[in-house]
């Protein structure tokens, strides 16, 4: 069974920038989209990135030109550069496939701050 290991988040100023590694133990499944979810203290989980197997990126609008996501097959992850980074992108961050019905076991996430 794969496990998703989320790695990369800690405590940055506003501006800042941090690497987000997802590493998949297991088959990575190369043949399906992935993506980066983030969930903040009382909010519902939210979906701001995805990766086809395409190729194609897409994200959510409050950080489309900040965040870049990519992924390594070879390496079984996936990655996620957060740039300029602003406090209401304070959140544990999880990765997985975008689709519901494809959800792979959740991953215990990696807290990210975003506070002067």
């Known amino acids: 069974q794969v496990q998703l290991v989320e790695s990369g988040g800690g405590l940055v100023q506003p501006g800042g920038s941090l690497r987000l590694s997802c590493k998949a133990s297991?088959?990575?499944?190369?043949?399906?989209?992935m993506g980066w979810y983030r969930q903040a203290p009382g909010k519902a989980r939210e979906l701001v990135a995805t990766?086809?197997?395409?190729?194609?990126?897409h994200y959510a609008d409050s950080v489309k030109g900040r965040f870049t996501i990519s992924r390594e097959n070879a390496k079984n992850t996936v990655y996620l550069q957060m740039d300029n980074l602003k406090p209401e992108d304070t959140a544990v961050y999880y990765c997985?496939?975008?689709?519901?019905?494809?959800?792979?076991?959740w991953g215990q996430g990696t807290q990210v701050t975003v506070s002067s």
């Open positions: 990766f086809t197997m395409g190729g194609t990126a």
């Open positions: 297991g088959s990575m499944p190369s043949l399906y989209d």
């Open positions: 997985n496939d975008p689709l519901e019905q494809r959800w792979l076991p």
